[in-house]
């Protein structure tokens, strides 16, 4: 690939607050960035999408595939279920079906007395001289119904979503609760007893690798309902460029890049840095090629479908390595070079050989313009 121009972090972070989070994602807009530089600057970069996004009512979520879960597991966010998880992880689904219920009932005129609970029915029912099921009624046929007809949510997103926002006007006395259970399966967990709770919503499988593409697109458009503008992931991709190499083999590689350098009369200072072992501090968590060939695929996904997601903006940070060829760079051992349907989506844009486009999809940082 040719050298990309460089673009400061300023000019970068400008761009995306100002065209982006600004106006384009919260007007119903998605897209995917990929960015690329030294770490300090892209791990800068992540701290100030984060803050910019939290500022702006965004909800935000930071992925990173190397580190372990609390259970010492692998994120494996290669996987779209696994991705939507982590995206989804601190989501409060319970206060935010609150939020969307409360703002039903002030958008239709219903009183709300301060400190009133959005489960406590009897009382908001007596404030507003009504009857309980008269009024559970109506949140059913103007919010409940309409919802749960909304081709444009996931089948399975709709039925979870109406089902305990629900549940907080009329909880449950059984155990487990629809809230529980519900609960639960948006983080993707299971107890006994939850599948015929679930079963009763019209909820029939778990959230996998067949449906999880579904349950972003939903979750993404229904943020509004919840006070939110839309979702912004930064995802690390960075995890995904290391390449576990057998010790032998890389000694052996180790050794003919020696051999090479000799022969060209490398410096003592080369000739050192060939020698020293790099993979020494290997890190904890690593990929095999099947999982690092499914991300790309996945991010290629991404790319091609945006159109059909509102509210979304997907940024992902590389290394500038994982763009050298491997076959001018040995120790390159993943570039993107690997999966040709990447460079066609990222990498082939027309661009000024001096000036950089900070709208690109594919962004080089650096100190210098």
């Known amino acids: 690939m040719n050298e990309l121009p460089i673009l400061t972090l300023d000019r970068w972070c ?29 791990d800068e970069t992540i701290k ?70 959005i489960g406590d029915l009897e009382g908001i029912a007596q404030d507003n001289g009504r009857d309980p099921q008269d009024l559970l009624n109506q949140y059913q046929r103007e919010l409940s119904t309409p919802q749960i007809k909304d081709t444009q949510l996931a089948i399975e997103f709709r039925a979870a979503i109406t ?6 006007l009329v909880p449950d006395a059984v155990t487990p609760t629809t809230e529980e259970v519900l609960l639960g399966w948006f983080a993707g967990r299971s107890f006994p007893g939850a599948a015929a709770a679930l079963k009763k919503v019209q909820i029939f499988e778990r959230i996998n690798v067949g449906n999880a593409r579904g349950m972003l697109t939903s979750f993404c458009r229904w943020l509004p309902q919840s006070g939110h ?61 099947a999982a690092y060939l499914q991300m790309l695929t996945m991010i290629r996904r991404f790319i091609d479908e945006i159109d059909g997601i509102e509210r979304f903006l997907l940024i992902i940070v590389t290394s500038p390595d994982f763009y050298k060829d491997k076959s001018l760079y040995p120790a390159v051992k993943r570039s993107y070079y690997d999966y040709d349907a990447l460079q066609t989506r990222i990498g082939q844009e027309v661009h000024d050989a001096r000036y950089a486009n900070p709208a690109a999809a594919l962004a080089h940082l650096g100190e210098t313009v």
Do not use: C, M
């Open 163 to 168: 089902a305990l926002g629900r549940s907080l």
């Open 14 to 42: 400008e761009v995306i607050q100002t065209e982006y989070l600004n106006d384009y994602v919260r007007s119903g807009g998605a897209g995917v960035k990929v960015l690329t530089g030294p770490d300090s600057l892209v």
């Open 229 to 289: 503008n839309g979702l912004v992931v930064t995802l690390d991709f960075r995890p995904y460029e290391y390449k576990k190499i057998a010790k032998g083999k890389r000694q052996a590689e180790q050794l003919q890049q020696v051999r090479n350098a000799i022969a060209r009369d490398a410096t003592s200072e080369e000739l050192e840095r060939l020698a020293a072992d790099h993979n020494a501090d290997e890190p904890d968590v690593f990929y095999s090629d």
């Open 48 to 117: 100030r999408v984060q803050s910019s996004a939290s500022e702006d009512g965004y909800y935000y979520a930071h992925l990173d595939p190397g580190i372990r879960d609390l259970n010492e597991k692998r994120p494996d966010l290669h996987r779209i279920d696994k991705f939507f998880f982590a995206a989804t992880h601190n989501v409060d689904w319970k206060g935010w079906a609150a939020i969307q219920a409360r703002k039903y009932l002030e958008n239709s005129g219903i009183y709300l007395a301060e400190g009133r609970s």
